[in-house]
């Protein structure tokens, strides 16, 4: 079972996951040591055996837990905060026990990305979770650039040391203009949600030092004006390729979301007038 925990509010840990930690016969987590303070702080008497898997033994560990699931043992693995797999430990666990055919399923919780996905005031018909850009300027600069174009709200974890390079680099590879939310101890007591453009959030985060665990929210790009001559020209460009002009009008058309008709019309007399 992979278990979520509290992100900063221990008021969010529900009765599943006290009870799941309780009569748990392994429970694996990121840390023991933060493991048994939640424990304490929940009032639970830990009987399981408490094993370590983190990002450098998870690939060794995650056997074991296998093994001790298939003999019928309960399973429960933690990270420190929020849900196990999502840029936390856990996946080569869930992707050996499916494969040994170990049942796995998930105690909902507290999600980080999905709570200032809600708050920062962006499209949440469509987001894109990309968990932390790389620390390097290149390849920071080269994993920005190929999310020009992403039209979906995209979500990232960040430090606060990198944030404000962070949020300057994004103003000069998305637009100084771009919406954003920097979310800040999220449902811990200094939560504090920041919106704006991302040149208006990057000022504020280089005008002082900001501290504490950080979700960014980016709209994604707006969709650029198309109108019927932008229309045009790519159903002349499909034509002179070979295509019948009643099928790339119409196809175009579609895509763009202007009127067929209005296309095929306009297409007509460009290629023929």
Not at 43 to 56: P, T, Y
Request: with cysteine; charged share 25%.
């Amino acid at each position: 079972m992979l278990a979520a925990t509290p992100i900063g509010n221990i008021a969010d840990a529900s009765p599943r996951l006290h009870e799941a930690l309780s009569q748990a016969d392994v429970v694996a987590a990121e840390d023991t040591r933060s493991l048994r303070d939640l424990a304490r702080r929940l009032g639970i008497s830990l009987r399981a055996d408490v094993v370590s898997h983190h990002d450098h033994n998870e690939d060794t560990r995650a056997q074991m837990l296998v093994d001790r699931a298939i003999t019928g043992d309960v399973v429960v693995v933690v990270s420190d905060a929020g849900m196990p797999t999502v840029a936390d430990p856990g996946h080569p666990l869930v992707v050996k026990a499916a494969a040994a055919g170990v049942d796995v399923t998930a105690l909902p919780g507290p999600s980080a990305v999905l709570m200032a996905l809600a708050v920062s005031g962006l499209s949440t018909h469509a987001f894109v979770f990309e968990g932390f850009i790389p620390r390097k300027n290149g390849e920071r600069g080269q994993a920005l650039e190929a999310l020009a174009t992403e039209a979906r709200t995209m979500v990232f974890f960040e430090s606060p040391h990198r944030l404000a390079s962070t949020l300057a680099h994004m103003a000069q590879i998305f637009g100084a203009d771009r919406p954003a939310a920097v979310c800040r101890e999220l449902t811990k007591r200094h939560e504090e949600v920041r919106r704006g453009s991302l040149a208006e959030l990057s000022d504020w985060a280089g005008s002082g030092e900001v501290r504490g665990e950080m979700v960014v929210v980016v709209g994604g790009r707006p969709p650029e004006a198309v109108n019927v001559e932008t229309a045009v020209a790519e159903v002349r460009a499909r034509v002179q390729a070979g295509e019948r002009t009643k099928d790339a009008a119409r196809d175009v058309a579609q895509t763009v979301g202007l009127p067929v008709r209005d296309v095929y019309a306009a297409a007509i007399e460009d290629l023929h007038g």
